[in-house]
């Protein structure tokens, strides 16, 4: 079975500092990795994707990913309360349907003003 | 703006009555997605169309069935709701040349009474 774990949290963190959100998946082959933002009750919204190990930085946004490990992380510098939302893990598998993603259920994260 | 777009918002029907979601896209993209999810839990891929060609998930119910009439729409039937099938439904979209990531439309917040 291909999973995708998450922390469901609550994460909290207090405003300006760093939230780090963690992933593991179980299949060794996966090749893609993605981080969706969700806004309770709104649709997932993409944050940043990441094929290689190592870092990935997009403004704010650190995505870490560690093959040899299989995790994913996200960092979230300089937090704020707009960031207080369900982060989504998303790994595409080796096998199985191309075009499958499997997600994780999603860290809640609060950034308290 | 390109976008992935869902209607109705909000859809409330009753037990049994079917009802047809649908999911409209001005991104040209190959391929699209109909995912479920439910209040804390990953969304799950219920199928999706490359081009016309249709693909169901293994662990669809039969409840479930969807049209792709052309390139730009998308429609998930639900031929007779029960209570458990209350979810957002999403609708995505990707380019199908292999470069996820998707790109989620608003969803459709489906209440069965």
């Known amino acids: 079975q291909k999973e995708v774990e998450q922390n469901s949290g609550p994460l909290s963190v207090p405003e300006g500092a760093i939230a780090s959100l963690n992933c593991t998946y179980s299949?060794?082959?996966?090749?893609?990795f993605f981080w969706y933002r969700q806004y309770s009750g709104k649709s997932p919204e993409l944050i940043m994707f990441?094929?290689?190990?190592g870092d990935k930085e997009d403004g704010r946004f650190t995505a870490q990913l560690n093959k040899a490990s299989q995790y994913v992380s996200l960092l979230i510098r300089d937090s704020q309360p707009s960031d207080s939302a369900t982060y989504l893990c998303?790994?595409?598998?080796?096998?199985?349907?191309?075009?499958?993603?499997?997600f994780g259920s999603g860290t809640q994260l609060t950034v308290l003003p | 703006d390109a976008m992935v777009i869902q209607n109705p918002r909000y859809q409330v029907t009753q037990f049994g009555k079917p009802v047809t979601l649908s999911c409209s896209q001005t991104?040209?993209?190959?391929?699209m997605y109909w995912y479920q999810q439910k209040s804390s839990q990953a969304p799950k891929l219920l199928f999706h169309y490359y081009d016309k060609d249709f693909n169901n998930e293994a662990d669809t119910p039969d409840n479930f069935q969807s049209r792709r009439p052309n390139t730009s729409f998308c429609f998930l039937d639900i031929r007779s709701p029960g209570l458990g099938d209350a979810a957002m439904y999403l609708c995505a979209t990707e380019t199908g040349t292999g470069g996820l990531p998707l790109h989620f439309g608003n969803g459709t917040r489906l209440t069965v009474t």
């Open positions: 991104l040209n993209h190959n391929v």
């Open positions: 998303a790994v595409k598998p080796s096998s199985g349907s191309a075009r499958q993603l499997t």
């Open positions: 299949d060794r082959g996966s090749q893609s």
């Open positions: 990441i094929y290689s190990n």
